[in-house]
């Protein structure tokens, strides 16, 4: 199909917040909700939106991600508030497991003025960022090193991070899905981040909006087994009641 312009501005829209609910569409574009389910019907159809329910998002492939550097540009702005927010409540002198991630990266940097941090992690960008705070005894796990991200994952990691128990696991996360899943796309990734999850005294996941209703292959967690959520814009529903239901505490960081 050729989009009209209000579709195109749709399209447009949607790629700049990743999701985004049919009413907060129409309230954008002054229309009716019934106008802008059928946009999103015939954008559907022709394979350029994905729906669900009470909104959509861009298609995407529930196999692969998308390119680090594509993702290191993604709401770039989120990121950086969710990274203050949990910058914020990290207090000096603990220590720290935290996992691959665009967004757990921009924590490392929002993490540069702590004091007596002790940081273990299998992201050579965290670690890299975070050898800059001469304050910060940074540890990175052995293993093999992918080259699209820098992330280190394998056996040989799984084993060196189960030697800490450390306060806080900060995760990061490509998926999270209507049944409460928490998902990402790399096996070998997820059994690093369920081993930094299961030596930690509290866990600590960081996600904007775009990864609530975004498929992805592999199961990481569910809810339960978080701690916190720190993300940048109220989660749409059946969020709201989950995260209640398995008493995550949920922290939408504001611009």
């Not at 700049?16 to 009716?32: N, P, W, Y």
């Not at 998926?175 to 070998?188: A, T």
Request: hydrophobic share 45%.
């Amino acid at each position: 199909m050729t989009p009209n312009p209000r579709q195109s501005e749709l399209l447009s829209e949607v790629k700049a917040r990743g999701s985004v609910s049919v009413e907060a569409l129409a309230e954008r574009f002054g229309v009716t909700l019934q106008t802008v389910r059928r946009d999103v019907k015939l954008l559907a159809e022709a394979g350029l939106l994905a729906r669900f329910h009470g909104g959509v998002r861009l298609p995407g492939s529930t196999t692969e991600n998308i390119a680090y550097r594509q993702r290191e540009a993604l709401h770039a702005d989120g990121k950086q508030r969710i990274a203050r927010a949990i910058a914020a409540q990290v207090p000096n002198g603990c220590s720290l497991l935290i996992n691959l991630g665009t967004t757990t990266e921009a924590v490392a940097r929002a993490l540069l003025e702590h004091q007596g941090l002790r940081v273990i992690t299998n992201n050579l960008n965290v670690a890299s960022i975070l050898a800059g705070n001469p304050d910060c005894e940074v540890i990175v796990a052995g293993g093999l090193v992918r080259h699209r991200d820098r992330g280190i994952v394998g056996e040989a990691t799984l084993d060196f991070i189960r030697q800490f128990r450390v306060d806080i696991g900060l995760i990061g996360i490509s998926g999270i899905e209507p049944d409460g899943s928490l998902r990402d796309f790399d096996y070998r990734e997820v059994k690093v981040s369920r081993v930094i999850m299961a030596q930690s005294r509290e866990v600590w996941m960081a996600a904007d909006h775009s990864k609530f209703n975004r498929p992805a292959m592999v199961e990481l967690a569910r809810f339960a087994q978080l701690d916190r959520l720190f993300t940048d814009a109220e989660p749409p529903a059946p969020f709201p009641a989950l995260l209640a239901e398995a008493g995550v505490q949920c922290e939408v960081a504001q611009p």
